[in-house]
Structures are given as C-alpha cells and as structure tokens.
C-alpha cells in the first residue's frame, strides 16, 4: 500500500516526534503516545472554530509546551480561513511539565539525567480533534478548494508498535546508557516485556523491580501516565492518589 502523506490542518507534515536526547543517562523514560502542538483556531467570522486545533507534531517527546507561540506564528493561514493563536497553556505541554516536575523531581532526577521516549512516536487524531479537523475541512473545500487537505492517523482501539519501532527502541536504550527504565503506563509493557508483562498494581505501585529488557537485566519503574498521576483531564483520582503517595515516599527516601 502506498504510503500516506498525512498532513495537519493548515498544511504542516506529521512528522516523527524525536525523543529527548541523554548520554550516560540515568533514566530511560517511556511513554505511549507523542502528542501535538495545539492553537486555537478563530473562524473568518472572528468566533472560536477550535479551542485546541493540532496544527503540528510537538518538537520533542514530552514538550512542556515552550516556544509554541513562536511554533504557531510561523504557520501560514490563508485568507479566508480565519486566524491561529497559541492555544490556553493546559493545551501544550501538560504531559511535559508533570512529568519533570511530579516523577522525576521526586526521584532526583532532571531532564537532563532522561532519555525521554514514547511507545508510539507520531500523533493519532483524538475524538475531540476529528471533529474539527471536520469543520476545518468543510471550510477548506470552500475557500481554497485547491489547498492539499489535512489528513491525520485516526487512533485505533489497540496500537501494536511495529517491528521497526521497537528495533529503534532498543537502539534508543542502548545508546542512553541507562541502568533504570521508567515505564508510564500499561501500553509499554508489552512491547518491553512481551504479552505476559504484568500490568500496574496501585498496591505495589511504584516499587522497583528487576526485569529482563531487550536482553539486558534492568532495574524498573512501573508509573501511571501523567495524565493519570497529574489528574490531566480525564483520569482517574485512584491512580493519582496512588502516584502521589509514591511521589511523597520517593521524596522522603531522596532526602533521607
């Protein structure tokens, strides 16, 4: 099958989103799905088309939203399609933001300590964006009929990463340098450990353990995702309690 050229609306490329680089790393951190930098769309009639529009792939895994101004000024709108403005703050970067500040802080760690990486390295579209990917391309057909249309991976039930995806997640481990693996998320857990990883426990939440990853025996950290352990949107209020009880012992265990 041909390979499709998926697009943003207003025309930016979906590209692979790149994982935050570190040599001799202390961690390696893995997350599930890469996100998208996210504007707020004003309709030509100056109402509010979309409070949150993906218009590009993030730069970095787990961006914690910085420069997106400067991201989406330099997006062009055609005349007739309204105007972009940067999207409110909880829109880009959440994600980047809880996870130095409420999972690594507490384990002494900084960005810097972290390759940062995810499961799936690319956007899918969410429920709430395919609406409006909707709306824009009904516009889009109107006003310049000739302009390429968007077109983004709509996110299945189930992502099985690919054999290449998971040969590039060794290759990224391997080049860290890390001795402790950081896993957010049930999703990682399979392509790390294989159909029988076993799943979050809130009752042995966060204790280390000694696993086999790629080969090589590691020490392992199993997480929520941040949007769980920083109540980002829908979450559920038993994984983030469970995550800051360990956040509050991991503290205590660094200071001590």
Same mark, same amino acid.
């Given at each position: 099958m041909p390979k499709l050229d998926y697009r943003f609306p207003f025309g930016q490329p979906l590209e692979v989103t790149p994982p935050q680089e570190a040599r001799n790393a202390k961690a390696f951190v893995l997350g599930v799905y890469a996100s998208a930098v996210h504007a707020r769309w004003i309709g030509p009639d100056g109402k509010e088309a979309c409070k949150a529009l993906a218009v590009a792939?993030?730069?970095?895994?787990?961006?914690?939203?910085?420069?997106? @101004?400067?991201?989406? /000024?330099?997006? #062009? +709108?055609?005349?007739?399609? !309204?105007? *972009?403005? %940067?999207?409110?703050?909880?829109? =880009?970067?959440? /994600? !980047?933001?809880?996870?130095?500040?409420?999972?690594?802080?507490?384990?002494? $760690?900084?960005? #810097?300590?972290?390759?940062?990486?995810?499961?799936?390295?690319?956007?899918? $579209?969410?429920?709430?964006n395919a609406a409006a990917l909707k709306r824009?391309?009904?516009?889009?057909?109107? +006003?310049?009929?000739?302009?390429?249309?968007? $077109?983004?991976?709509? #996110? %299945?039930?189930? +992502? +099985?990463?690919?054999?290449?995806?998971?040969?590039?997640?060794?290759?990224?481990?391997?080049? /860290?340098?890390?001795?402790?693996?950081?896993?957010?998320? =049930?999703?990682? *857990?399979? @392509?790390?450990?294989?159909?029988?990883a076993r799943k979050l426990s809130r009752e042995a939440y966060g204790e280390p353990e000694e696993l086999e990853v790629f080969g090589k025996r590691m020490t392992v950290l199993k997480l929520c995702h941040p949007r769980q352990g920083g109540a980002l949107g829908s979450s559920s209020a038993a994984w983030t309690d469970a995550h800051a009880s360990w956040a509050h012992r991991a503290r205590r265990r660094a200071v001590i």
């Amino acid at each position: 099958m041909p390979k499709l050229d998926y697009r943003f609306p207003f025309g930016q490329p979906l590209e692979v989103t790149p994982p935050q680089e570190a040599r001799n790393a202390k961690a390696f951190v893995l997350g599930v799905y890469a996100s998208a930098v996210h504007a707020r769309w004003i309709g030509p009639d100056g109402k509010e088309a979309c409070k949150a529009l993906a218009v590009a792939s993030e730069p970095y895994s787990f961006w914690d939203g910085s420069d997106a @101004a400067d991201i989406i /000024s330099k997006i #062009r +709108v055609p005349d007739g399609m !309204g105007r *972009l403005e %940067p999207a409110a703050r909880k829109f =880009n970067g959440p /994600s !980047g933001e809880t996870l130095r500040e409420k999972y690594l802080a507490p384990l002494g $760690l900084q960005l #810097r300590d972290c390759w940062i990486t995810d499961l799936h390295d690319r956007y899918y $579209l969410s429920p709430g964006n395919a609406a409006a990917l909707k709306r824009y391309e009904t516009l889009r057909c109107k +006003v310049r009929p000739s302009m390429k249309p968007a $077109l983004l991976p709509e #996110r %299945p039930l189930k +992502v +099985v990463p690919e054999a290449d995806r998971i040969q590039r997640l060794r290759d990224e481990l391997e080049r /860290s340098g890390a001795s402790l693996v950081i896993t957010l998320g =049930n999703e990682p *857990l399979p @392509a790390l450990f294989g159909a029988r990883a076993r799943k979050l426990s809130r009752e042995a939440y966060g204790e280390p353990e000694e696993l086999e990853v790629f080969g090589k025996r590691m020490t392992v950290l199993k997480l929520c995702h941040p949007r769980q352990g920083g109540a980002l949107g829908s979450s559920s209020a038993a994984w983030t309690d469970a995550h800051a009880s360990w956040a509050h012992r991991a503290r205590r265990r660094a200071v001590i």
